[in-house]
């Protein structure tokens, strides 16, 4: 009897360890995302072209991260329970995106945001295509990764392998079996893996999402890198779907949701432009000129910054 109260004990005390440990990351690692997200939108809008974020738009984009997290967390756990309670019938991989991404991504946009306008959505290839097609983006804000999901496809990211340990959304996007990349260092295999995987995908008729940025800016246009162009023409012959996200530039500071005007209400417009056909023989930088050139036509926003800007820096010539 001493034994096994000694072993209860035991397992007790691990236990209790455990969750404490749980505990403290889930606490610091939300803590962490939040701070860093708020951090990093800030730097977005600090170009003299854009409004600077207000105290209620820092408020907003912490709250955002924070629900975002936690309700990532909670469809992580959702996942997992389904998939023991259905004894492994279920598809962790598309409930995952499907479910929990999508239904996180609508909420926080529209509990924070406003409303998205989806343009161009004929635009899209059948969802049986084969090769699937490559998407590709422009990167300007924390808004961008949950206004995609308003295309209800399903995708695959490419995300830094240091996601992975965000309570919440590393959970869902392993989950999810999204490609996670070592972009800084030595990271010949990590990028080797990104191909493998992303052609792996595409050969299946699971589309990858690129944002060829490479970062999120939303002053001017930032030059595209080559990876998603790479992709598209090693699964040649395929397509490029060209996306624009163009970003209110009230997107934070207005008091959304506390709004009595509908007209009033910030609105994300999702533009979806036509496939651009890629074969083994196209030039990948005419092909990356053909979708930047599309994706920026549809951005007001980023047009209109870079027209102050030139317009202030010919004032002080």
Same mark, same amino acid.
């Given at each position: ?23 403290? @990351?889930?606490?610091?690692?939300? &803590?962490?995302?939040?701070?860093? =997200?708020? /951090?990093?939108?800030?730097? !977005? ?8 974020? #207000? ?9 955002? *991260? ?10 992580? !756990? ?11 019938? #279920? ?21 924070? !945001?406003?409303?998205?306008?989806? *343009?161009?959505?004929? *635009? ?32 695959? @990211? ?31 295999? =990590? /990028?080797? *893996? ?7 995908? !595409?050969? =299946? ?9 490479? &970062? ?24 490029? /779907?060209?996306? $624009? ?6 997107? @934070? ?24 056909? /890629? ?21 007001? &926003? ?6 102050? $800007? ?8």
């Amino acid at each position: 009897a001493l034994h096994h109260n000694a072993k209860m004990t035991i397992i007790g005390a691990l236990s209790t360890l455990f969750l404490l440990l749980a505990g403290g @990351w889930l606490v610091l690692g939300l &803590t962490l995302a939040v701070v860093m =997200s708020v /951090v990093q939108e800030r730097k !977005i809008w600090l170009p003299h072209t854009l409004p600077s974020l #207000s105290l209620w738009g820092m408020l907003k984009v912490a709250v955002f *991260n924070f629900v975002w997290c936690s309700f990532c967390f909670l469809g992580s !756990i959702w996942v997992i329970l389904k998939h023991v309670l259905t004894l492994g019938l #279920s598809r962790m991989d598309v409930d995952a995106h499907c479910t929990v991404e999508r239904f996180v991504a609508w909420c926080c946009l529209r509990m924070f !945001i406003g409303r998205v306008q989806v *343009n161009g959505i004929d *635009n899209l290839p059948p969802v049986d295509t084969k090769p699937a097609p490559t998407y590709i983006c422009n990167h300007a804000s924390q808004i961008d990764v949950a206004a995609v999901y308003f295309m209800n496809r399903r995708f695959k @990211w490419i995300a830094k392998k240091s996601v992975i340990y965000l309570p919440g959304v590393g959970q869902i996007m392993a989950l999810g079996e999204h490609v996670f990349i070592q972009r800084k260092g030595k990271n010949k295999k =990590s /990028v080797s *893996n990104l191909f493998d995987k992303s052609d792996k995908a !595409i050969q =299946s008729g699971i589309p990858m999402f690129f944002f060829p940025q490479g &970062t999120r800016w939303m002053a001017d246009r930032l030059p595209f890198k080559d990876g998603a162009f790479i992709v598209a023409k090693n699964n040649a012959p395929s397509m490029m /779907v060209p996306l $624009s996200i163009d970003i209110p530039r009230n997107a @934070w500071n207005s008091f959304y949701p506390f709004m009595f005007s509908e007209s009033d209400v910030p609105v994300v417009t999702l533009t979806v432009h036509p496939p651009v056909p /890629v074969t083994e023989e196209t030039d990948k930088e005419e092909l990356k000129k053909k979708c930047m050139d599309a994706i920026y036509t549809a951005m007001p &926003t980023i047009l209109q910054a870079e027209s102050e $800007s030139k317009k202030a820096a010919k004032y002080k010539t």
